[in-house]
């Protein structure tokens, strides 16, 4: 019950929001929109909180509501242009709304209309790193070691405050993602590995090699040299690799929440290195970055709306630079372009726009190559695939973990760079220990962590 007077009590703060920052546009209809998407959002978050259990749905709808309702939401009521420089003008923004209400509504219909397989397991019941054996963490702990090695021994303390990074080898585009892909992947497992093994082994070679590994972490991941959308990944990955049982949906939200309009904000200050800092006020730290570039999906969806009327349906041959991300330019020259630089240099050519490295939405993504049936396909897609995960979390804890930590990057895109570091770290974080475990020939044996045996079993259907 207090559950439903809190999402109550979100709607009426946020349609109350959304009237005063809209009426001036003098549009029933615009008002209209958003407090539909509004409704879905609400419904959304209903479903994903009901339960005791942490889920995808939560990130989803998180994403839903910061992006696709409060960010042009704000943006609208303080402006005349979005943060990609493209004047707000109320036709782009019906075809945008109607975009994420049939996406937003499809993917409501097919989650949760359709009737969903039990859970195989309790999370809480299942060790958290299954592969994570003597073996692995030795052959892990020696390449983060050498990677960690080269990069120092190339950038030195520069590469941790982000002075210098890959790009400085003078590799391809695509090299240098992949260099970042292996390089983070090897030395954020082999930390998941050691951080694992010191929970079940309290001894003081386990806590050395916990140690080691955490500065090899902060080195090669810090706050001056990563996105701040991939330290969020490492975040949500912990979070839901060793801390599922102890957190419900509402906690877990509410961290999210906090991150994003508190933490990682204050991170983008440190986003281009350790420089000059000035702490901002809690207002410009919490809303000032809703009018900027970070929060440009909404605005990117419309261009994209727009560029396909102009120049066409791709018909799924964009999709194809996504799923051969690892084949250089070089190579392949006429290896399409990224959805966001497309739209970047189209948005550069027209506006006062000079970039072209812009994110672009999973809906703006599937409207892109197949028009309104991509809508309708993608979302359904998207909605089935979490369904299927969800189902299965407790068989296999480390890929549905992987996954909650990059559904919020593929959410926001592009799809190609999203795409690449997913199914990367992916190769190098599950399919690599994988590999070494049936080599070696049996699997790990894990003693159940502090909190997670079959007496702190998990209730609830919130996935």
Request: charged share 10%.
């Amino acid at each position: 019950m207090l559950k439903l007077y809190l999402l109550f009590c979100f709607f009426l703060g946020n349609a109350t929001l959304c009237y005063f920052q809209l009426i001036h546009w003098e549009q029933p209809w615009l008002v209209a929109m958003f407090l539909l998407q509004l409704l879905m959002v609400t419904i959304g978050f209903y479903h994903g909180l009901r339960g005791t259990r942490l889920n995808l749905d939560t990130i989803v709808w998180i994403f839903v509501y910061s992006f696709f309702f409060l960010a042009p939401v704000i943006q609208m009521g303080g402006g005349t242009v979005f943060p990609n420089t493209m004047p707000i003008e109320l036709d782009g923004v019906w075809q945008a709304n109607l975009v994420i209400l049939v996406w937003n509504f499809t993917y409501l219909l097919v989650r949760w209309g359709i009737p969903a397989g039990r859970p195989l397991l309790e999370v809480a019941d299942q060790p958290a790193l299954p592969l994570a054996g003597a073996g692995t963490r030795k052959i892990y702990g020696l390449l983060a070691l050498a990677v960690t090695a080269v990069t120092f021994g190339k950038f030195g303390i520069p590469f941790f405050l982000g002075y210098v990074g890959y790009a400085d080898f003078g590799l391809d585009k695509t090299l240098m993602l992949l260099a970042g892909i292996v390089s983070q992947g090897i030395v954020l497992a082999n930390w998941l590995f050691a951080f694992e093994h010191r929970r079940n082994v309290r001894s003081l070679g386990a806590a050395c090699y916990l140690a080691l590994s955490t500065l090899m972490l902060l080195y090669q991941i810090s706050p001056f040299n990563t996105s701040r959308f991939y330290l969020g990944f490492c975040i949500i990955l912990v979070i839901y690799l060793f801390y599922a049982h102890k957190l419900t949906p509402g906690k877990f939200a509410f961290i999210m929440l906090g991150g994003l309009f508190l933490v990682f904000p204050l991170l983008n200050y440190f986003r281009y290195g350790l420089r000059s800092f000035a702490l901002p006020s809690l207002q410009e730290l919490m809303f000032a970055q809703l009018s900027e570039l970070h929060f440009d999906a909404y605005a990117n969806l419309i261009a994209t709306i727009r560029f396909v009327s102009e120049s066409g349906i791709a018909y799924g041959y964009r999709l194809l630079g996504a799923l051969l991300f690892f084949v250089p330019r070089s190579l392949w020259s006429g290896k399409p372009v990224s959805s966001g630089e497309t739209i970047g240099d189209y948005l550069s050519a027209r506006y006062a726009l000079d970039m072209s490295n812009l994110s672009n939405p999973l809906p703006s993504e599937f409207y892109f190559n197949f028009g309104w049936f991509g809508v309708v396909a993608g979302a359904a897609a998207v909605a089935l695939f979490i369904r299927k995960l969800e189902n299965g979390a407790a068989g296999n804890r480390y890929v549905h973990a992987l996954v909650a930590g990059y559904l919020f990057i593929f959410y926001r895109g592009d799809l190609m760079n999203a795409f690449g570091y997913c199914f990367g770290t992916y190769v190098v974080m599950v399919l690599g220990p994988a590999l070494l475990t049936r080599l070696g020939g049996r699997r790990a044996v894990r003693r159940p962590a502090d909190g997670a045996g079959p007496h702190n079993r998990l209730a609830g259907q919130g996935g």
